[in-house]
């Protein structure tokens, strides 16, 4: 086939299926997407108590699949901390599961500067934003369309349609055209492969609904599961132009307290690049590294990552305590990934004063090629010799918002109460770029720096919306030549529905 054929031939065939799809009887579901830290704290406060059966660390996560879990639930038997949690993400369910209206939506918000290292909470891209969103919820299709104006130094696309989707229902599958917020890992403040740091990627989506487990005694054992994948195109301005990305996850349940989860992502075809079916065959079965069977720099498949995390919560601590990992391998050897970048985290809840429901969570984080070799290979992870703009979408990191040869501690906290008013903040500490000659394509930093980081933000619901107010200090230091850059931010936002 020539080249882009097999583009032109995954498009159709989603195209098709999404018009079979006008014929499906389940009810169309929306999708939560990445970016409210208080709305995953609930979630994932319940699923550790059992009470939400399905997946957590897969974002978007589907509405029907959660609402359904909770509205089984009689509230009066749980803890005050739970019931709060319960109460919270049922009035929220609800509204947003209504069938046969249309919801408006506005938001706007102003900041001094845009946060350079983001975390899993949605704060402004730029020092002002402006949107408007419209969502309908039908039978069998769910129309989501935003539109953002918004003023950034470091992307110029004023007019957005960021967080915007529109999709059906295929039996238990979600196929949509998408330019919503991605979330892949169990972290808190970081994902490895894939994050919201980076603007949303326009694609085309496949994402489970129900994470039901396999009726086969075979199958059964893994218990629910989830997948996504997903056809997205990158933007014009890079060293190869509207290069492709593919990605794909699958996550399980084996147990309640563990869920376990497998990535896999990959820049591809572009302008001047190979883009048949041969081509993607071999980017799958890992046929992409120069000088394995014939391959060069001119038929090189493309530049992917893989790895896997996991989230284990012990039974016998009564959930109350978490730990988990994400290790993802730049590179490829015998078939399985290497040159590790690697994540690790735990985190504790509680109920303060009888109000507060809290989540405390530590991580570390490392994202140079094999972090436990000394030395680590640096100016590795997330660059590409073919792919020079590397592994990064409009100006940030589209894995780890530190960029690459990152290493960062980070201490944060949340907690909400049952009206929800919350209070979020984190500190981090550590390098930025922090070894190998001088790499411009990284986003945070060309040479290496030291960083402290101070984060606070507050949230409360007013009868004209929610107003989230946030404020920060960083800190930079160049050792090497003795500069320093010193940086306060702070933003407002405000939004609503009606």
Known sequence: M???TVITAIHSALLLFFLLAMSATIS??????????ALRHDIQRLADAGLIEGTTSTWPIAWGPVLADIERVDVTRLSRDLADSLLRLQSRGRAEMATGRILFTAQAGIA???MRIRSFQDTPRGKAEVSAGLHWLGERLNIDLNVQGVDSVQDDDVLRFDHS?????VGNWSVA??????WWGPAWDGSLILSNNARPIPALTFDRLLSRPFESRWLSWIGPWDLSVLFGRLEKERTIPNAQFFGLRFNFRPLPSLEIGFSRSAQWCGDGRPCDLGTFADLLLGKDNRGDEGVDFDNEPGNQLAGFDLRWSPAFLGHSVAVYGQFIGEDEAGGFPSKWLGQVGAEWTSYWFDRWSARLYA???DTTCQFY???ANFNCAYNHGNYQTGYRFRGRSIGYAADNDARLASLGFIIVDADNVQWRASVRVGELNRGGAVDTANTLTATSKDLLSLDLAHSRTFYFGVIDVGAGYEM???IAIGESDNEAHFYVQWRSSF
């Open 165 to 169: 989707m529109l999709g059906v229902v």
């Open 112 to 114: 001094e500067e845009a």
């Open 476 to 478: 930079l230091d160049d």
């Open 363 to 365: 991580e570390f984080a």
């Open 177 to 182: 055209a998408s330019t919503q917020a991605r």
């Open 373 to 375: 070799d000394s030395p």
């Open 2 to 4: 020539r080249a882009r």
């Open 28 to 37: 169309a579901r929306p999708l939560i997407e990445a970016g409210d830290m």
